[in-house]
């Protein structure tokens, strides 16, 4: 009779037992699945801002506490979340100039009111340059938001350069064109595109030199020209950022890239790569939340 008994109560109670545990793993994995959701959404709306500071012998005094703020591959990101963060975080940042490296439009939904709506903000703080990236010039709408930023007032250095002055000090910052603009007709390849760019500019050699340039791959090119600082983006810090690795894929470098975020050196040039604030084609970020960097300089 005993042994009946158990029998009875095992086979009445194991079912219940089982179907507890798939509660319990369904809910866990639910609520893994929600922590990760919050997590990927955080991360592509918290704006971070990245603080580098330069010193060269080629700065002059008046440059010295210099603050440039960087902003790139927005893709005309219709997320005001992050948008508005990127704004408020600029203006705290106290530019005394603003530069935009590239991407502010999206060629697969290119939507430039929605970029100047955040790109005339911007222009309400400090001056604002700008430099074409591969998005705009696959688009046929580049000529649009070319034409509103220069209706703004916005520098668009296209191939060309402008001296800044502080009192008696100079300094240049120049713009390269992205090479896809021209590459899509046959033009050469993207370092030779680029080395004519640079090639072409009169600019005295002696000052301190700013680049803004969308392609971080060309840092040979830069370094050869005698670059000081180089301002880029394009490589969305990786897309997927892994420990101890760093970024998983990047445009135009592939898996593993090289330059795909933060500080890089080759001989006397300094280049700094955005991680960018917007996303393309593949739609979000791991681990790479939002970037804008604030580079001051320091003579000396």
């Not at 697969?108 to 001056?127: E, F, H, K, R, T």
């Not at 090119?221 to 998983?248: C, E, N, Q, S």
């Given at each position: ?64 506490g210099f603050r440039i703020v960087q902003i790139s591959d927005l ?154 600082l180089v301002l880029t983006g394009h490589a969305h810090g990786g ?62």
């Amino acid at each position: 009779m005993i042994t009946k008994y158990s029998m009875k109560k095992q086979a009445n109670t194991t079912p219940g037992a089982g179907q507890s545990r798939l509660r319990r793993r369904i809910i866990l994995l639910l609520v893994l699945a929600a922590a990760f959701a919050a997590y990927v959404y955080y991360g592509n709306t918290a704006v971070t801002v990245t603080q580098y500071d330069v010193s060269m012998e080629k700065i002059p005094p008046g440059f010295d506490g210099f603050r440039i703020v960087q902003i790139s591959d927005l893709h005309n990101s219709h997320n005001s979340l992050m948008t508005g963060s990127l704004v408020r975080k600029t203006a705290q940042a106290s530019p005394d100039m603003i530069v935009l490296t590239g991407d502010m439009i999206d060629s697969y939904y290119p939507d430039v009111d929605s970029a100047m709506s955040v790109i005339g903000q911007l222009n309400c703080i400090a001056p604002v340059y700008y430099v074409i990236g591969n998005h705009e010039a696959r688009t046929g709408k580049s000529g649009s938001l070319i034409r509103k930023m220069k209706q703004q007032g916005i520098s668009v250095l296209s191939d060309s350069y402008a001296v800044i002055r502080v009192a008696d000090d100079e300094i240049v910052v120049a713009g390269v064109n992205d090479p896809r603009r021209l590459n899509a007709d046959g033009q050469g390849s993207d370092a030779e595109i680029v080395k004519s760019a640079l090639g072409s500019m009169d600019y005295d050699r002696r000052m301190f030199s700013v680049l803004l340039s969308h392609r971080p791959e060309l840092m040979n090119v830069y370094a050869t020209y005698g670059v000081d600082l180089v301002l880029t983006g394009h490589a969305h810090g990786g897309l997927i950022r892994l420990p101890f690795i760093g970024g998983l894929y990047a445009p135009h470098q592939g898996l593993f890239p090289t330059y795909c975020a933060g500080l890089y050196t080759a001989g006397g040039t300094q280049m700094i790569v955005n991680r960018g604030t917007g996303n393309s084609g593949f739609s979000f970020r791991i681990n790479d939340p939002p970037e804008l960097v604030v580079t001051v300089l320091h003579a000396g």
